[in-house]
């Protein structure tokens, strides 16, 4: 996938899960670097991530740790998208017979 083809929720999903792995908390500089992110629009996202619960953002030590909040939505969302990918290649295969 093109970095221009991204939507505001894959890349909310991308910012969560990097912040979700590894270490208790994951640093500025490998969210960015990850997401493919400049500060300034990552600002923007982890501010409406840590108002909504999502995130947690430690401003002394630049680090974020996604809530729980944040892992229920991950799972809810990749189970999401595993069913329609599931679903359109069920279709697909269908239409082909």
């Not at 923007?44 to 995130?55: A, I, M, P, S």
């Not at 947690?56 to 939505?73: A, I, L």
Request: glycine share 4%.
């Amino acid at each position: 996938m093109r970095i221009k083809d991204r939507d505001r929720v894959e890349i909310i999903t991308l910012i969560l899960d990097v912040a979700n792995q590894g270490n208790d908390t994951t640093k500025l500089t490998k969210i960015m670097r990850e997401t493919i992110l400049t500060h300034p629009q990552l600002k923007e996202y982890w501010t409406v991530l840590t108002d909504n619960g999502f995130l947690n953002h430690d401003k002394d030590t630049e680090t974020f740790k996604t809530t729980e909040k944040g892992v229920r939505f991950l799972e809810t969302y990749k189970k999401a998208k595993k069913g329609i990918t599931m679903s359109t290649k069920e279709e697909w295969q269908l239409s082909i017979c």
